[in-house]
């Protein structure tokens, strides 16, 4: 008689960190479908509201992303999952490529409310539209760190989904 081959069980913690990344994924969506709606709109008017909601999708998509992190760190600690730790420092990286920007979204924060003295303190001598594109190495951490962001969010959606599927 062929014996049955167990498969392996879901260890909480790794769907824990697996339900965090998943949030990291739909708050770089929703960050980076905000971005691409309101950008061109922010730098052409400067108007509060579309700056402000895109401040808060930026405020949203780093927290979790770092939350997810620290999640995939301590299913590493707890249980010994290799894939989560894995996962879980490219999930640092994408948030500190978001803290990389954080002085470039508040120096158009406090612009688009017509704070440019407080600006000014920030960005030194440059003018805010020098300012902005000389940070392109920044532009380019943060659709890095997005992708990362993207990519771990569809394997935890793919590993949730074979654990559903293990029951």
């Known amino acids: 008689?062929?014996?049955?081959?167990?498969?392996?069980?879901?260890?909480?913690?790794?769907?824990?960190?697996?339900?965090?990344?998943?949030?990291?994924?739909?708050?770089?969506?929703?960050?980076g479908s905000v971005f691409g709606a309101l950008i061109k709109t922010i730098l052409d008017s400067g108007k509060a509201v579309p700056m402000s909601i895109l401040f808060a999708a930026y405020v949203v998509y780093t927290a979790v992303t770092a939350v997810a992190s620290v999640m995939g760190f301590r299913a590493y600690n707890r249980e010994d999952v290799g894939a989560a730790l894995f996962q879980g420092i490219l999930l640092c990286l994408s948030a500190v490529f978001a803290l990389v920007n954080v002085r470039l979204a508040v120096v158009m924060l406090l612009e688009s409310f017509g704070k440019s003295e407080a600006s000014k303190k920030l960005i030194g001598e440059q003018s805010v539209s020098e300012f902005i594109?000389?940070?392109?190495?920044?532009?380019?951490?943060?659709?890095?760190?997005?992708?990362?962001?993207?990519?771990?969010?569809?394997?935890?959606?793919?590993?949730?989904?074979?654990?559903?599927?293990?029951?």
Do not use: E
């Open 133 to 167: 594109t000389s940070q392109r190495t920044a532009w380019v951490l943060m659709a890095v760190g997005l992708g990362f962001c993207v990519a771990v969010g569809v394997l935890a959606i793919v590993k949730l989904a074979t654990y559903k599927n293990n029951k």
């Open 1 to 31: 008689m062929p014996k049955m081959i167990k498969k392996p069980q879901a260890k909480h913690s790794d769907i824990v960190f697996r339900r965090w990344a998943m949030g990291a994924f739909f708050s770089a969506a929703l960050f």
